[in-house]
């Protein structure tokens, strides 16, 4: 075991979950293995929590609620704002531990810290600014009071695919309204997770504020959400799994925030500019080897520009680096596990059954030494339809399926038919076309001109069974304040 450094690894503690300010075994001993995708290596273990310690987590998370929901907006925002200065005077440090157990290359790492520390830099400000309202009554001896208060305990459910934004963006903002929260890093990489909550530690909050758990995810997430002191909880994960939690949510009522499945279409007009939709195409498509809930699935294009950016695109994507995301240039890692690539396997071997051609790769990277079979190469394929496979399901990998299309109406139609509603792109320079296809794409997240849309200040979710709520900005306060009205008679004067 041990190839991760001391420099990378959590200083104090990389086989431990965070409980009431204790870092914690299983009761029962049992630990998972976190291995590196690109080499298979054991890196650690970590407790393999269950059910015991999930309840255990919530009489902490309850016990410090009344002191940190206490404080003034400003003390929080001031011990959030340590909590940004530590992420980012760690940022390299934590960029080399997501590598080495997510995969992704070094550099886009380090975007996605720099973009996770956003979160708490954006919560800490707007933990002074969670305000009420008042209201014009209907009679003159009334006043009408609107307050916002922490919901309480809160849960987060995290996925493997970020690591480290997709634990900020649920509790950066439950600290900052004073709520309390349980969060449960992904099974295949909890290293980001805990390293974060070490730094949440040195930051000053509060033991038991913050509560990492490690584990089993269905009993984990059964405990919590069979607990009436949980009051809130925000999952990122499948659409399959986010239908469960919202029904076993609806036992005692808790509120729930998904962000789940996406499809997410990218149409291409005749009158787009070429370079500026190829690399876009490249951004989303590729980013983390395909493997993110808003990259491009199905990339529609129109006629009169088909040839041309079929061209430029097989041209860029042949170019991209493939291997270790430690290694210097390399711009495509491994997949997250055998699971992932089998899946990619069988989505293009539907396609080309059912006609599609491969323009470029379509196969796995051929074996190389200390490195694992998890490399897929980029792929483009033509010719696919709505009967295939990957222009339905989310394929979570480096395949870029593209569609001809002939008219605006066609291309919406075609983006729309599905049940999922995350994120869609579209290039254009004509603004009309611009501001009709935007208000027609039935898309939470659409991007104009623009492949890459998540920062920390603006709504992230999606429409139809791709999410309920929205995480990022002020919106995401919502999931973790209630709206208390107070109606006030005043005493008659005399
Ligand atoms: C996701 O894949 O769920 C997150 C992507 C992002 O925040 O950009």
Known sequence: MAPIDSATSPRAVQDRALIGGRWRMALDGRVIEVRNPATDELVARVPRLGATEATQAVDAASAAFPTWR???GAERSRILRRFFDLIMRDEMRLARLMTIEEGKPLSEARGEIAY????VEWSAEEAKRVY???????????RILIMRQPVGVTAAITPWNFPAAMVTRKLAPALATGCTMIVKAASATPLTALALAELAVEAGIPAGVVNVLTG???????ALLSDSRVRAISFTGSTEVGKTLMAKAARHVTKIELELGGHAPLLVFDDANLDVAVAGTVATKFRNAGQTCICANRIYVQSGIYDRFAEALSVAVRSLRVGDGLDEGVQIGPLIDDAGMAKVEEHI???VGKGARVRVGGHRVPPQPSLADRFFAPTVIEGTTTEMRINSEETFGPVAPLVRFESEADAVAMANDTPYGLAAYFFTRDASRLMRVAEALE?????????LPSIPQAPFGGMKESGLGREGGKYAMDLFLETKYVSW??????
């Open 349 to 351: 071997a539907d396609a």
């Open 132 to 142: 009420g309202e008042t209201i014009p009554a209907s009679s003159r001896d009334k």
């Open 443 to 451: 898309y939470g997240i659409v991007g104009a001109n623009d492949a």
């Open 489 to 494: 008679a005043l005493e008659p004067t005399e």
């Open 116 to 119: 996770a520390a956003g979160f």
């Open 70 to 72: 206490a404080l003034t």
């Open 216 to 222: 089993d995810a269905r009993e984990i997430s059964d």
